[in-house]
């Protein structure tokens, strides 16, 4: 058993403290990891502050990992001491439903193990990549490509993924018009992403701060929502529209920008309920969806053509002693793009 440095929090409105845990021996189908890197998502900030229900305290958050195989179980086929590896948000699932079987693991009907903040097979609870060492099942571990380094690898893990599978889902590419709300973590994303899939790509945002930025990452269009006739010009133009934003917008009125059979996917997860207006939809045949992260094989997908394209997330690296601050700065909007722990402080 491995007794892993990590930071933890005990409650939703304490601070990120020093803390070790126990990761299990290995199975025979387990893969030791030595983390290096760990991206902090918004999920992590939504679920230590306890705001998408009952969270049980000490919690290690963290599902964007990056490091490196340090030992295998017995029969591991796929991995071996050395290789350079990730870990995204799920841990397992049950492998036997349909979806588990058509390779749609982050819709297992009987509920994917997440990687922190639930329960493996063990009975044990989970808990995330803010520590040295994590031990996962080798199926839900996947392979980093040597194009890209450990520490921009690691965001690619949900923000990667959580972007590049609407728009593989709905078939963003050329001659699509794709408008991504938002310019944050998973926005820039998937403008990136969008970008080297061949659609033609704009950023909604509400203002023009980052516009320089939208437009290095591939945009072709950057427009600010609060100007009063960005919605009035823009009405029926995109065939796919993706709003990465975690707060709550007025739905009805980003749908308008829709062209016939266009779809408006939510990959943001606000902790309140968004309102549709139903003419929004019926008009012009028009679909609103969600979508939640990938498959272990679509991530893997993911991360191979990241590598092929030279798709790497923005980052700013920090210490474990910064975690609390980057909560802080994330819910401020004051990141570009996104924080990375380096785990060795911890």
Not at 32 to 55: F, M, N, P, Q, R
Not at 119 to 139: A, F, L, M, N, R
Not at 231 to 242: H, M, N, Q
């Amino acid at each position: 058993m491995v007794i892993a440095k990590a930071r933890a929090v005990d409650g939703p409105d304490k601070p990120f403290r020093a803390a070790e845990i126990q990761r299990r021996d290995l199975d025979v189908h387990d893969v030791l990891i030595e983390i290096k890197y760990a991206g902090i998502c918004h999920s992590d900030i939504h679920t230590a502050h306890g705001e998408w229900g009952e969270v049980k305290y000490p919690l290690v958050p963290g599902h964007e990992i990056a490091g490196i195989v340090t030992d295998v179980g017995e029969k591991v086929t796929k991995y071996k001491v050395g290789d350079r590896v990730g870990v995204g948000c799920m841990v397992d699932s049950c492998g036997e439903c349909e979806n588990c079987r058509r390779g749609e693991e982050q819709y297992c009907l009987k509920g994917n193990v997440p990687t922190y903040a639930g329960v493996d097979k063990y009975g044990e609870p989970t808990q995330g990549g803010y520590s040295t060492h994590i031990v996962v099942i080798e199926d839900f571990v996947l392979r980093i490509p040597d194009t890209i380094e450990l520490d921009a690898a690691a965001p690619l893990l949900c923000a990667g993924i959580t972007t590049y599978s609407p728009l593989n889902h709905w078939k963003a590419g050329p001659g699509k018009k794709v408008a991504v709300v938002g310019l944050g973590g998973l926005g820039h994303m998937a403008v990136k992403i969008a970008h080297a899939m061949g659609a033609e790509v704009t950023v909604l945002s509400q203002s023009l701060r980052k516009k320089e930025d939208g437009l290095a990452f591939g945009a072709a269009h950057y427009y600010a929502t609060s100007e009063p006739d960005t919605f009035e010009k823009l009405a029926g133009t995109f065939d796919l529209i993706i709003n990465t934003v975690s707060a709550k917008i007025d739905i009805s009125a980003y749908l308008s920008l829709l062209t016939l059979d266009g779809t408006m996917v939510n990959v943001g997860a606000p902790a309140e309920p968004l309102e549709v207006n139903v003419f929004s939809l019926i008009g012009h045949r028009r679909s609103f969806a969600g979508s939640m992260i990938g498959g272990i094989r679509e991530t893997q997908e993911m991360l191979d053509f990241c590598g092929q394209h030279n798709i790497v997330p923005k980052i700013e690296v920090i210490s474990a002693d910064q975690i609390d601050e980057a909560y802080e700065r994330v819910l401020a909007s004051d990141v570009k793009y996104r924080f990375v722990i380096d785990t060795s402080t911890i």
